[in-house]
T-cell receptor
Framework: TQLLEQSPQFLSIQEGENLTVYCNSSSVFSSLQWYRQEPGEGPVLLVTVVTGGEVKKLKRLTFQFGDARKDSSLHITAAQPGDTGLYLCAGARYGNNRLAFGKGNQVVVIP | KAGVTQTPRYLIKTRGQQVTLSCSPISGHRSVSWYQQTPGQGLQFLFEYFSETQRNKGNFPGRFSGRQFSNSRSEMNVSTLELGDSALYLC?????????????FGPGTRLTVL
């Protein structure tokens, strides 16, 4: 059983459209991170959220940590081809430094 | 500042063989974690080393082992390879390995077991 479930698994959209992907769990996390991974490379950290209800923005990307600290969402405004990649969420549970990863949201932005 | 490097980048082995993968962390980072990434299971944690000691271990069989040297470089070893061990093996380094500490991933080693 995956600790973190990401949905949708695959999403293809046209350039300029908006999209939202989700990361859900029944567990509570002390912090949650989002990474983007491109083919042939390792994941690159985008953001870390630590407070329930927290919203962080990174240019056109908006990350939200759920109030109950069990889920998170990533919203991309006016997607561009450079946003194409595998978006991974990873959570750290209280008292455990080990990160648990979801399987990822594969996003393809078509020019 | 050089990033995390992993060698080799690609490896082809046959069942029953063993393999050693290497990871050089970012200078100054003392924590190195290893992950296995497959399409079916995603990224799964193998183990974490900090100051030459294994600090955390995932749910993998004993065929998977690792070590860390005094310069923080790390190796992982897989013995008696099975077809299911085919995967991208990623290592990540961070300063201390804390849950909010930024992990920097290497490009991975693509292992194919025939």
């Amino acid at each position: 059983t995956q600790l973190l479930e990401q949905s949708p698994q695959f999403l293809s959209i046209q350039e300029g459209e908006n999209l939202t992907v989700y990361c859900n769990s029944s567990s509570v996390f002390s912090s949650l991170q989002w990474y983007r991974q491109e083919p042939g490379e390792g994941p690159v950290l985008l953001v870390t959220v630590v407070t329930g209800g927290e919203v962080k923005k990174l240019k056109r990307l908006t990350f939200q940590f759920g109030d109950a600290r069990k889920d998170s969402s990533l919203h991309i405004t006016a997607a561009q081809p450079g946003d194409t990649g595998l978006y991974l969420c990873a959570g750290a549970r209280y008292g455990n430094n080990r990160l648990a990863f979801g399987k990822g949201n594969q996003v393809v932005v078509i020019p | 500042k050089a990033g995390v490097t992993q060698t080799p980048r690609y490896l082809i082995k046959t069942r029953g063989q063993q393999v050693t993968l290497s990871c050089s962390p970012i200078s100054g980072h003392r924590s190195v974690s290893w992950y296995q990434q497959t399409p079916g299971q995603g990224l799964q944690f193998l183990f974490e080393y900090f100051s030459e000691t294994q600090r955390n271990k995932g749910n993998f069989p004993g065929r998977f082992s690792g070590r860390q040297f005094s310069n923080s470089r790390s190796e992982m070893n897989v013995s008696t390879l099975e077809l299911g061990d085919s995967a991208l093996y990623l290592c990540a380094s961070s300063l201390t390995g804390g849950s909010t500490d930024t992990q920097y991933f290497g490009p991975g080693t693509r292992l194919t077991v025939l």
